[in-house]
């Protein structure tokens, strides 16, 4: 699973029961979890999967949505990221000093 479009996000919501909520719901993962594009040309994005899974299983288990808005386990992997943004810049950078010389 890659994405879960608006669509596919309301069944989910009908589907466990909170139907009541479902403009909270959207509107609260569209905030969070929504504007993921796999193409510049696409006209609608899509929610990260990962992120309305984790939101859901609060709400399953619970009652609310999660305390957290972010899966810990997800917060690792952008750290990863900056890392390796981090990384590149320096790579980035020794590439440039590398040319002059």
């Known amino acids: 699973m890659v994405g879960v479009t ?7 919501i009908n589907y466990y029961g909170y139907s009541s909520k ?10 969070w979890y929504n504007n993921y594009r796999f193409n510049k ?9 990962d992120m309305i899974l984790y ?9 609310n949505e999660p305390e957290e808005l972010i899966d810990v386990n997800v917060r ?6 900056s890392i390796y943004y981090w ?8 590439y440039f000093i590398l040319q002059k010389i």
Do not use: G, P, W
């Open 6 to 12: 608006q669509q596919e996000l309301k069944e989910l």
């Open 22 to 31: 479902e403009d909270e719901i959207i509107q609260r993962c569209t905030e």
């Open 41 to 49: 040309n696409v006209t609608h994005t899509i929610y990260n999967s």
């Open 55 to 63: 939101y859901l299983e609060s709400l399953i288990n619970t009652n």
């Open 76 to 81: 690792t992997d952008y750290a990863k990221f």
């Open 87 to 94: 990384l590149n810049n320096i790579n980035l950078f020794i």
